[in-house]
């Protein structure tokens, strides 16, 4: 069997962990674009990475330069919101992604794409969700990932294209690794904090979320392209959501003297709920997290996987 092509769109926290993934095969070959050349020191090798506009297919199709991708993985767009914000970062991304679906159209073979969304989708029904949930957004990230669902899957259909919608939940992971969002930058500087035995101000924002690994999502994006799966949408979790006690015991057993500095208090208190229901991914995948306690979450911040 020869090579196979995978393209991955965006190049950063998400989409590089995700290139990493398929670069492991070494019947893979694994090409990443972005618009930023600053990402191109956060690829493994032997990622090709190409800086292109995602925007403009014919510019898209020069980069590749005769590539013909088997897999597209869509994890570009705009950044989760600021960590004290409720707002997406500038830009919504929506004219990258319609160029990135008149160029996969036009390829030929008919490649399987996935697209990495996120819980933001559900809004005040995220908890618990399954992907039958009612999609409601409240933030401008989530309307902004549901308008990127709602353009893929007409397109895909109407094209005969196989594709995968995921559904992430909160994703951290790494302190050396780009992107991730306002949790990731959230938990990162906490267990800085707790690492140091500095005091620690504990937002109250990383209470009663569900996080999920970097890695672990690189692992569902893997898993969508297997040959032969249905298109449709999966939640990807770990069911790993902090109450505050359990927060508050990770990081202080993360402190030099094993018992950490006071944290500051947190609120209000988020009680910890129900995760998103993996339950499709799992059967259809055999998707397993592997960072699937908060223990294994903060270690592997504090040393990168």
Known sequence: MGERAVLVCGGGGVGSAVAARFAADPQVRTVVVDHNPELARWQSAPVDFRITDLADPSRLRRALDGIVPAVCVYAAGPLTPAFDEETGA????????????????????????????????????????????????????????????????????????????LRFCGIVGPIDRPGGGWMHTLLARTVAQARSGSPMNVPHRLVGEEYLHVEDAAAAAVLATSPGRRSGVLNVGSGVVPSKEQLLSGLAALSPDRTGSPPG???????????????????????????????AILASIVRPT
């Open 90 to 165: 500038s830009g919504d991304g929506l004219d990258a992604f319609a160029g990135f679906l008149r160029f996969v159209t036009g390829l030929p073979g008919g490649p399987r794409l996935v697209l990495c969304s996120s819980l933001a989708v559900y809004g005040a029904n995220a908890r618990g969700a399954a992907e039958q949930t009612p999609l409601e957004p409240v933030s401008a990230y989530g309307a902004n990932k549901l308008a990127t669902e709602r353009m893929l899957a007409p397109v895909a259909r109407a094209a005969s294209l196989p594709f995968t919608i």
């Open 265 to 295: 208090p947190i609120h209000p208190t988020a009680a910890a709920g129900p995760g998103l229901d993996t339950t499709a991914i799992r059967a259809q995948t055999g998707y397993r997290p592997r960072f699937d306690t908060l223990d």
